[in-house]
């Protein structure tokens, strides 16, 4: 077992510390050895990436927090400016200094701002013999700020002479970050995936106080059991086993089984969870609604979910335009004549064929074509003459807004607009009935 | 038209200057001023009747919505401590609300919306709208924004604070808007109770703040996707409620959002009354009711309904052609001063001047009526305006009834048509009133099959159907019809006497009629001639007469109720009918428009210089026009050289021929600047653009004409 150790802080802490991070040991004491002592310069920048919820964020906020080491945690989407970004810092490091005094609104427009900003800011907080850490997370959002942002936290510890280690947290490797025109090389670390096993200890830590920990960690295997295939989100884990567990306890409450009676609680619980499974954890229908069916016992067929609504009404001609659209986008251009002409000339069979494509049309993809050649195979397909009124455009448009059609190069109206199709041949099928 | 983003319609003009246009064209005498007034307090009653209309038919989906919103947050307030809410992640309650595919209807939904949440749940509320967040910068912006006036509105007497907080620059970002959220909050509880009108909102600790997305379609997947993690991140602190306004279908919503997001939300789904059957109620609650005194003539609405039909979806545009409607006839019909309550005719028929008499005279209608008059009525009807008058103000009344009539029995006979396989003459009633608008529906081939149907219906379906039609008729406002529905009543006991007195011979008959009745449209010939020849040689049942009896009694209240509102005299005065016109307004074809502009400059122009018959180009046109003409006898690339030689031809036609000789190959350096002025406007007009291919060219855009 490898006890987390280190001199500079208290054996307790540790401990407490480790209860709190399971199966994550390694990598805490991997992190505990390069930050050192208190008043030890660490690392100038770690970059530490891993899967969602490989418990990054988690980890370094437990770690940080228990050993009451100086910090400041900043969600780098949440702050999608460079300027909102230093300034959040700022004021993190302001408000936790002096708790006294009203904190002044910063302006920090640019990173030669921060920097003496920050010094100032370490200077008030008298902090030069603890090192600070800056966690910035999910740091892939850096890279679309200005491009020297990026390099500047890098190496912060040099810019500003004062004890600071920046610590960026992502999803994905240190290689997409790294600027064509160099930079510091951060301390990389990777959190790898929990297994199954991992989450099984993880899970089954928090059980409900009702219960004992056996029966909710026999539950949480059979959850494990459906979902592990699926998703090895811990956080989505988490929340799908809070949601069915008062289904899984339900014989147990009725007086019909106890809580050692393993198989019967499975057959029960299984089918439903499949059912989760198909419903809640896609989202098609929402947790509320789940727990409601559940409490009411009702089957979750009646409750339709989001995809079963496919169906959209259309306007008369706004259908026919979608299907000009769709075939316009799907079939080359000299079929035109022959499809839609009604005295297309002879076709010289053995040359048609010769050249027909071997992939179908459908796995390329939808071809942009010019209004023109809507407007013409629209024509060709209703019955009835078509005025070529205002409303007939402006149906061109709103399709376009509602994301059926979509525009292709944003050049010149004028110079004769360019459309594709973007619905499935499903769609066109339910609307051509 | 369609989903279009209208501009927000103009005021409308102030009354006097409108009374004043409506003048100007003619000369007092035709009451302009009264015609203008007419028209006001109808269109606002018809339009806050409007109002009501849609406020009930969304009552259902405010409700739930409210009750949504209501139970999202509540639920974490309450029991923070359980242990399933501690270990459930906690996600953004969101509602999915589906409105049908034309945008421009939903502002009316989220107005009444927002409206009833204030009222009800919450004064924090933000609508958003795609066009003015391009990025997540700006929608944070204006999310604040919103949030923070709205609180100026509803707390009004804590202005100095907000606007301080206004000027200075706010930080965009979550978390000042969480403090704000504290700090109002905190102040709501400190406050006094009784103070504020939404003391209701009050109940609870902490409102949700509601988020509309009005247009969920047109939103950036990268805006969205930023907004919902970073909300996700502090819902604790704030309580926020995501409404996504929906087009299409919520499909939308795991196209936009990858799971990692939408795992984020709890989302519910709400969907809206379909416009159809929004806009039948419309029709059944504006048109097929004699509370108004305008009418619809068959062609108008046709181009009303087809509008919506095949266009647009918008009850919203519906409406406002339908005022259209009413502005133009209550403009253009002198006489429509009469189309009025019927409390208020006979004084304003006495009121009339000579010259109103005399467009009365000028009806058509009316001319039709006076022939058919003996020779002394028909002088007197021509002569004496106070006989005219008389004589108006009865046949007024006559219509009025009709109308009363003309409604009950329509519907009746709908109860009828729409219970026919196949719907011979229609499903909705729309298009039973409009065949019935056009000609004599008993003329109609439709009207003869459907009533064939009619009389092989079985007992029950035949009873029911009677049933239905006594009672519209009972509720109906006619007075002539009782005797009818006492008909009616005496069908329904010779019903019930019939079951009585054979009850074993029925089941034989009924079980033929149940084959018969589902038989298809091309077998139902073939059956109704094997009855023929069995009519002859089989004594008819009982059932059976008594069955044709019912529907020859129908056909003829049909006959005398649902006569064409056309072949009604006086019909003018309340009926519009001018299709033509609206369609014109209405489904405008630029296209079109602009070809007779520049084919035929005369027919915008009015110059008499211009009119010019045939093909040939006159020089005297605009340049412009010349220049088009010319272009539309080429093929999709056109040379500018020879197109100038043609153009200074045409030009130079009329000038002297001697000073044409002189400079013959010389083209005049202002015919040239003329020229090039032309072909440039051709290019702004997007007839023509400058082609790649060949330098001296330029392609066509348009095809046609050649």
Not at chain 1, 38 to 57: A, E, N, V, W
Not at chain 1, 292 to 300: K, S
Not at chain 2, 601 to 610: C, I, M, R, V
Request: some cysteine; glycine content about 4%.
């Amino acid at each position: 077992m490898p006890n987390l150790e280190h001199p500079a802080y208290p054996a307790a802490d540790l401990l407490h510390l480790e209860s709190l991070v399971p199966c994550r040991e390694s990598q805490v004491s991997m992190l505990l050895s390069i930050f050192g002592e208190r008043q030890q310069f660490s690392f100038p920048s770690i970059f530490i990436y891993g899967h969602t919820s490989s418990g990054k964020t988690y980890v370094m906020q437990t770690l940080l927090t228990t050993l009451q080491l100086p910090h400041v945690f900043v969600n780098c989407v949440e702050y999608f400016t460079s300027r909102l970004l230093l300034e959040e810092i700022l004021i993190q490091l302001q408000s936790s200094s002096s708790d006294t005094e009203q904190t002044c609104p910063v302006h920090c427009d640019t990173l030669n701002d921060f920097v003496r900003l920050f010094k100032q800011a370490v200077a008030s907080r008298e902090l030069q013999d603890q090192t600070l850490y800056i966690v910035l997370d999910r740091a892939e959002q850096l890279r679309e700020m200005e491009a020297n942002i990026l390099p500047a936290f890098l190496r912060l510890q040099e810019l500003t002479d004062r004890n600071v280690t920046v610590v960026l947290l992502s999803e994905i490797v240190w290689e997409l970050f790294r600027p064509n025109v160099g930079c510091f090389e951060p301390f990389t670390m990777y959190f790898p995936d929990y297994s199954i096993g991992h989450l099984q200890k993880i899970l089954s830590q928090n059980h409900p106080p009702e219960y004992s920990a056996d029966f909710y960690s026999a539950y949480i295997n059979i959850l494990l059991g459906v979902f592990y295939m699926v998703c090895r989100d811990l956080k989505e884990l988490r929340h799908l086993a809070a949601l069915n567990f008062a289904k899984y306890c339900e014989p147990v409450v009725r007086g019909e089984a106890n809580e050692r009676d393993t198989r019967k609680l499975w057959k029960n619980i299984e089918p439903h969870l499949k059912k989760a499974m198909q419903t809640v954890y896609l989202r098609e229908i929402s947790s509320s609604q789940w727990e409601r069916l559940q409490h009411d016992g009702g089957e979750p067929g009646q409750l339709k979910g989001l995809s079963a609504h496919t169906h959209v009404e259309l306007p008369y001609y706004s259908k026919f335009l979608l299907i000009a659209a769709y075939l316009a986008s799907y079939n080359p251009v000299r079929t035109d004549k022959r499809f839609f002409l009604k005295h297309h000339g002879k076709i010289r069979k053995t040359n048609f064929m010769k050249k027909h494509e071997k992939t179908s049309n459908h796995l390329l993809g939808p071809k942009p074509f010019p209004l023109d050649r809507l407007l013409a195979i629209l024509y060709s397909i209703v019955d009835n003459r078509v005025a070529p009124t205002a409303n007939i455009f402006s149906q061109i448009t709103s399709l376009v807004t509602l994301q059926l059609l979509s525009m292709v190069g944003q050049n010149d109206q004028l110079d004769g607009p360019r459309y594709k199709c973007t619905v499935s041949l499903d769609f066109i099928r339910a609307i051509a009935r | 038209g369609c989903f279009v983003f209208k501009p927000s319609t103009k005021k409308r003009r102030s009354s006097e200057k409108t009374a004043h246009d409506f003048r100007s064209r003619s000369d007092d005498s035709e009451d302009t001023e009264l015609r203008f007034v007419t028209c006001q307090s109808l269109w606002t009653q018809i339009k806050s009747e409007t109002e009501q209309i849609q406020e009930d038919l969304n009552k259902q989906l405010l409700d739930n919505l409210v009750n949504f919103l209501s139970r999202s947050h509540s639920e974490f307030q309450e029991k923070t401590t359980e242990w399933t809410c501690r270990m459930k992640f906690r996600e953004i309650p969101t509602a999915a609300l589906v409105l049908g595919v034309n945008v421009t209807d939903h502002d009316l939904t989220f107005r009444g919306l927002s409206d009833v949440l204030q009222d009800n749940v919450t004064p924090y509320i933000a609508l958003l709208e795609a066009k003015d967040c391009p990025g997540i910068k700006n929608l944070m912006q204006k999310l604040m924004g919103q949030l923070m006036n709205c609180d100026v509105d509803v707390d009004s007497l804590e202005d100095e604070d907000c606007v301080q907080v206004s000027q200075n620059r706010i930080r965009c970002s979550m978390s000042s808007l969480i403090s704000w959220y504290e700090s109002v909050t905190k102040k709501t509880d400190s406050e006094t109770p009784s103070k504020k009108r939404n003391s209701s909102s009050r109940q609870w600790q902490s409102p949700p703040v509601v988020v509309i997305f009005k247009d969920m379609e047109s939103f950036t997947t990268k805006v969205l996707q930023d907004f919902i993690v970073i909300s996700s991140q502090h819902i604790c602190e704030l309580p926020l409620v995501l409404i996504f306004g929906i087009a299409t279908s919520p499909m939308i919503i795991h196209r936009l959002l990858p799971h990692s997001v939408s795992s984020l939300l709890c989302i519910e789904l709400f969907q809206s009354l379909s416009c159809k059957e929004h806009l039948s109620t419309i029709i059944d609650k504006l048109l097929l009711t004699s509370r108004f005194p305008f009418k619809l003539g068959g062609k108008v609405l046709q181009v009303l309904i087809n509008i919506f039909l095949y266009h647009d979806f918008s009850v919203q545009n519906f409406i406002k052609g339908f005022q259209l409607c009413i502005v133009e006839h209550f403009y253009s019909q002198p006489l429509s001063v009469l189309c009025c309550q019927l409390v208020d005719v006979k004084k304003r028929v006495y009121s009339l001047s000579h010259d109103q008499c005399e467009n009365i005279r000028r009806l058509p209608s009316f001319r039709r009526y006076v022939e058919n008059q003996e020779s002394g009525k028909q002088i007197a009807l021509l002569t004496y305006d106070s006989f005219l008058k008389e004589e108006t103000e009865k046949l007024l009344e006559d219509l009025h009834v009709y109308h009363e009539n003309y409604v009950s029995i329509l519907r009746c006979l709908h109860v009828l048509t729409s219970s026919l396989p196949k719907y011979p003459l229609g499903k909705q009633i729309r298009e039973l009133h409009c065949a019935c608008l056009e000609n004599r529906v008993w003329e109609t081939e439709e009207y003869e099959s459907s009533l064939q149907l009619a009389r092989m219906l079985n007992k029950t379906d035949l009873v029911t159907m009677l049933q239905q039609c006594v009672e519209i008729l009972m509720s109906s406002s006619g007075k002539e019809f009782d005797k009818t529905v006492e008909k009616l009543k005496e069908f329904l006991t010779q019903f019930q006497n019939l079951e009585e007195a054979s009850q074993e011979r029925d089941v034989s008959v009924s079980s033929q009629k149940e084959l018969q009745k589902k038989t298809d449209l091309y077998h139902l010939q073939k059956t109704l001639l094997e009855l023929k020849e069995s009519r002859r040689s089989k004594k008819l049942t009982k059932f059976e007469t008594l069955r044709f009896e019912v529907v020859d009694y129908i056909d003829s209240l049909v006959r005398k109720y649902l006569v064409p509102a056309d072949d009604r005299t006086l019909h003018e005065i309340v009926y519009f009918n001018a299709a033509t016109i609206l369609r014109g307004h209405l489904n405008a074809a630029p296209r079109t428009a602009l070809h007779t502009a520049l084919n035929n400059p005369h027919w915008y122009l009015k110059n008499q210089a211009l009119k010019c018959d045939g093909g040939g180009i006159s020089n005297k046109a605009p340049d412009i026009c010349i220049v088009y003409k010319l272009h539309l006898e080429c093929g999709r690339l056109i040379n500018l050289v020879d197109w100038l030689e043609a153009f200074s031809t045409v030009v130079m036609a009329a000038e002297e021929p001697n000073a044409d000789a002189a400079s013959s190959d010389q083209v005049d350096d202002i015919i040239h600047a003329r020229f090039i002025r032309a072909v440039s406007e051709l290019e702004l007009l997007g007839f023509i653009k400058p082609s790649k291919q060949k330098t001296d060219h330029v392609a066509r855009l348009t095809w046609g004409g050649c």
